[in-house]
């Protein structure tokens, strides 16, 4: 009997740990050619500069960047079988620098008593800091090791400069439906790796359901199968039901921190500029619902209130800056419906960015000219007595003439005519843009853009 505190040691404890150590469905089914690997196709198809390269041997150091579950780690076991490499994995949020040196030593010696390299996969390398990270420089380098970092973010935003600079980047697509469906039909009828020999059965509903539903990681689809598999008896129909409470609660697929935010966030924002406020609903809810904070997309909305609205319905920012008091008074539950309304309101108002092009323009004119003198007739009454007498021009009080309007100038004079905001012709624009040639036919600034449109 083994001591209190001690693992069991001995012929029957190796047996029953070797008993208990299963690998998981999606381990046992991944693909040994590079024929198998379904959706990837335009990476490793023959022809394709990383499925030649892996065939050729002459793959070196990579980065394969992609959303879970698409076959990242299943190309990297690849590399190393095909070219005869023996491959380490580390991950990065378990394994640190360290572990890194052990590795690099046993790689140094394989190469000098084997004439063997060594692939390197590290597995999430986004997680390692980029004192890790650069820790693998020198031997990336040097040809002791090469690297095979697996990412699902941006590689320019995750890897470090150096490292990314001696990488190829390699982006694997999402699987579809189909590329899923293929991968769960083969783990049902393999016999030797999947569950075939089961003899299980699922119509072809039940696979494009699990398929659908896995969101494009075959292994999660591949899980809920496994999960099912072990509670039904051999040659029983896998139903729908059966994998729904497998799969548990659907997982929004959404980052909060990192890539697939800042894509939904883009993408709600360019459905408001698009006038599709059911688009737009969409994407908050996707958003809301996997924990996001509506205060970001309601920041969103008050820079596209400015930005892509602007003077064609300037009720749009006080719509949503009334949202924002409300979501802060009502809390999460009844305010999402404010930040909702705004959301709607700014989808479906007038369009017009003349505001935004108009502050670009007078920001740059005004970085181009910061010396430029303000008119003296623009200037208080204490500054206009100590200007030069030859510039003094009084100042005419707009509400002393008709129409409360006065043609004088009140640029300086070396921009005299520039124009910048120039108003489009629908919304409230139309009938600024009335109101702005009514006062270019009395001597005001000119006006360009748009002609308004009459009434």
């Not at 150091?61 to 994995?89: D, E, F, M, N, W």
């Not at 360019?270 to 809810?285: F, Q, T, V």
């Not at 300086?412 to 006062?439: C, H, M, N, S």
Request: charged fraction near 25%.
């Amino acid at each position: 009997m083994s001591r209190p505190g001690k693992p069991a040691t001995g012929p029957g404890a190796s047996l029953f740990a070797a008993a208990n150590k299963v690998e998981p469905l999606a381990a046992r089914m991944r693909p040994e050619r590079l024929e198998d690997v379904v959706g990837q196709q335009h990476l490793l198809a023959s022809g394709k500069p990383l499925g030649d390269a892996i065939r050729n041997g002459t793959v070196g150091s990579i980065i394969l960047t992609g959303p879970s579950g698409t076959g990242k780690t299943t190309i990297a076991s690849l590399i190393g079988r095909y070219t005869a490499q023996s491959v380490v994995v580390l991950n990065a949020v378990t394994d640190g620098i360290p572990r890194l040196r052990e590795i690099v030593a046993e790689a140094e010696r394989r190469l000098d008593h084997e004439g063997r390299r060594t692939l390197v996969v590290v597995d999430e390398i986004h997680r390692w800091a980029k004192s890790q990270q650069d820790a693998l420089l020198p031997h990336v380098e040097s040809g002791v090791i090469s690297l095979c970092g697996a990412t699902t973010e941006v590689p320019a935003f995750a890897v470090v400069g150096a490292l990314l600079s001696r990488c190829r980047v390699y982006a694997l697509r999402p699987l579809v439906v189909d590329d899923v469906g293929q991968v769960i039909t083969r783990a049902l009828h393999d016999r030797t790796k999947g569950v075939g020999a089961r003899e299980l059965m699922a119509a072809p509903a039940t696979i494009h359901w699990l398929a659908e539903q896995s969101d494009g990681d075959a292994r999660r689809a591949l899980g809920a199968l496994e999960a099912v598999a072990t509670t039904l008896p051999d040659g029983t129909e896998i139903t729908i039901d059966a994998l729904s409470a497998s799969l548990g609660v659907r997982v929004v697929a959404y980052d909060r921190v990192d890539v697939d935010r800042n894509a939904v966030l883009s993408a709600f924002h360019k459905s408001c500029r698009g006038s599709d406020p059911h688009a737009a609903l969409y994407w908050l809810a996707r958003a809301l619902l996997a924990g996001d904070d509506p205060q970001l997309f309601l920041r969103r909305l008050a820079a596209i209130a400015t930005e892509d609205i602007g003077l064609a319905d300037p009720s749009a920012l006080q719509v949503v800056m009334t949202a924002w008091e409300a979501y802060r008074r009502l809390g999460p539950a009844e305010g999402e419906r404010a930040v909702a309304q705004a959301a709607v309101y700014c989808a479906t108002a007038p369009k017009s960015n003349r505001l935004y092009v108009a502050w670009r323009d007078a920001r740059e004119a005004a970085a181009d000219t910061p010396s430029l003198p303000v008119p003296a007739h623009l200037l208080n009454s204490e500054m206009h007595l100590r200007a030069d007498e030859a510039r003094r021009v009084p100042y005419q009080y707009p509400h002393d003439f008709p129409g409360a309007f006065v043609a004088q100038s009140y640029q300086p004079d070396a921009l005299q005519g520039r124009t910048y905001y120039r108003p489009g012709a629908f919304g409230e624009e139309k009938r600024i843009a009335q109101r702005l040639v009514w006062w270019a036919e009395r001597g005001g600034p000119p006006v360009e853009g748009e002609p308004p449109a009459a009434g």
